[in-house]
């Protein structure tokens, strides 16, 4: 069989960060889990952060995070370069640089070996890219396609930055448009425009390094970055126990042709386990259902959320645009409200 016969997307039921179970779910299966507490572990699963720190020695901590899932795209090269851009993520979100990468890959006995090479020549790219380098990994036969990486990078212990440390008064970035699952969505039944498609598959691809780089020098409140939660769960996580994070849907920056997929109902299972475990926990009453599905949408490789102080918010911003042209400020940071998540 040539590579062309190929069709990557029969081998998974859900492509990409909509694959991820849910909040709610993973909430229930880890609250039991009798895990023995170490003062070295600055963060653990516990907090919902993006990576995990652990605190070594002269004032320095290890981050690390695995993440991986199956295509999302019929390009092996291409979903490669996404997944390894998708892992790198939460490396940058924490403040840290990425060290080393381990791959990880399910992939099936019968097919051609050199659709897994394009994988894998993807995301070393990307790696590589990143300043990082491959060390290893561990790969199995199986019926579906999986790649991603288990990443470590390092960190100073006082300048790890955290996803729900927000403050009152605070400015919220957003670095890359949304809209991807729902493009993916249409993609899989051939129903996506090549124009809209490209647009999206080289925003997912884009290492969020650069915008990372621009916190140099600056006091950056909370971080997070914008995946399979969609905009809403990632929010809720940020706004934390004392804080609402109110959204200006007008000024969410949103890729070509998501919103008539989300007016045509190509919303993803994965969109409507955010929305069932946002319940309560949102105010969307002023906006249209259409764009509620924007909110709601899990966004593969997205982008940053950044909560900084609204006097310099507008000055990172322009820095961030350099690279990231679509980043714009596109909400604020209040004292907790009837929600923790308001978008108007």
Not at 248 to 271: C, K, M, Q, V, W
Not at 335 to 341: G, L, M, S, T, Y
């Amino acid at each position: 069989m040539k590579n062309s016969d190929i069709n990557l997307l029969s081998f998974c039921e859900h492509g990409g960060c909509g694959a991820k179970i849910g909040a709610g779910e993973l909430s229930s299966l880890l609250k039991d889990l009798n895990i023995e507490n170490n003062p070295n572990l600055l963060l653990g699963f516990e907090s919902s952060d993006d990576a995990c720190v652990y605190k070594i020695e002269n004032g320095k901590a290890i981050l690390s995070t695995v993440d991986f899932f199956p295509p999302m795209i019929n390009d092996p090269y291409i979903f490669g370069k996404i997944a390894a851009a998708n892992a790198l993520s939460d490396i940058y979100a924490m403040g840290g640089k990425p060290l080393f990468a381990l791959n990880i890959v399910s992939f099936p006995e019968k097919l051609d070996r050199e659709i897994l090479k394009q994988i894998l020549t993807g995301g070393a790219e990307k790696v590589s890219e990143a300043g990082a380098i491959i060390a290893g990994g561990h790969s199995i036969y199986d019926k579906s396609i999986k790649y991603g990486l288990s990443v470590t990078g390092m960190v100073d212990v006082e300048k790890v930055i955290r996803n729900n440390t927000c403050k009152k008064g605070d400015a919220l970035i957003l670095t890359k448009a949304l809209g991807t699952g729902l493009i993916l969505s249409a993609l899989r039944i051939d129903e996506a425009k090549e124009k809209e498609t490209k647009t999206a598959i080289l925003s997912m691809e884009r290492l969020n390094k650069y915008s990372s780089e621009k916190f140099y020098g600056k006091e950056i409140h909370a971080v997070t970055d914008i995946t399979g939660f969609g905009l809403a769960v990632h929010g809720y996580e940020m706004a934390g126990s004392s804080h609402t994070l109110i959204f200006n849907a007008e000024s969410l920056p949103i890729l070509d042709g998501a919103l008539y997929y989300a007016e045509n109902h190509f919303a993803t299972a994965g969109s409507m386990r955010n929305r069932n475990f946002m319940k309560g926990k949102i105010s969307t009453k002023t906006i249209s259902p259409i764009f509620e599905e924007i909110v709601y949408d899990p966004q593969t490789s997205g982008g940053l959320l950044i909560s900084v102080s609204s006097d310099i918010a507008q000055e990172l911003c322009d820095e961030i645009k350099k690279d990231d042209p679509l980043a714009t400020i596109v909400g604020c940071v209040t004292e907790r409200e009837e929600f923790p998540v308001i978008v108007l």
